[in-house]
């Protein structure tokens, strides 16, 4: 029998939950999830744009004192939706000509390497097996 794989959602919390506990400054920004049709509007109106990345993290990445900050889209890992879409891939060109590092992790355990690798006091999940 396959085990079901964590959603994106689980894995961007535990993600979350490290970035608080290193008490690094980041927000998410709230661009995925079915709405109603009003409610996007409103939101368009309000700025949201498709395929910006996930998490903004606005501390420099350690690692690479010259980024300004990093920018995290989540995929879930192992999963048919994890490419990027060509908004996602767009957002990463803009974000980076303007000095942003721009990481993809495909699950919590990869962000949280990659964001270690850049510099961030992360510390590794303590995930439950299969994850």
Known sequence: ???SRPSEHSEQVVVVRKLK???????SVPNGGKRQRLDAIKLRAEG???GVPDLLIFDPPPACPD?????????????D???????????I???EERGWLVLVGYGARDALT???DAGYAVKPPKLPEGW
């Open 93 to 95: 060109a803009h974000l």
């Open 21 to 27: 506990s290193a008490k690094i400054l980041f927000c």
């Open 114 to 116: 990659k964001l270690r």
């Open 1 to 3: 029998m396959a085990r």
């Open 81 to 91: 939706s994890s490419a990027l879409s060509r908004f996602q891939v767009k957002w």
């Open 67 to 79: 980024n300004v900050g990093t920018a995290l889209e989540m995929k879930r890992e192992g999963s």
């Open 48 to 50: 949201v744009r498709r």
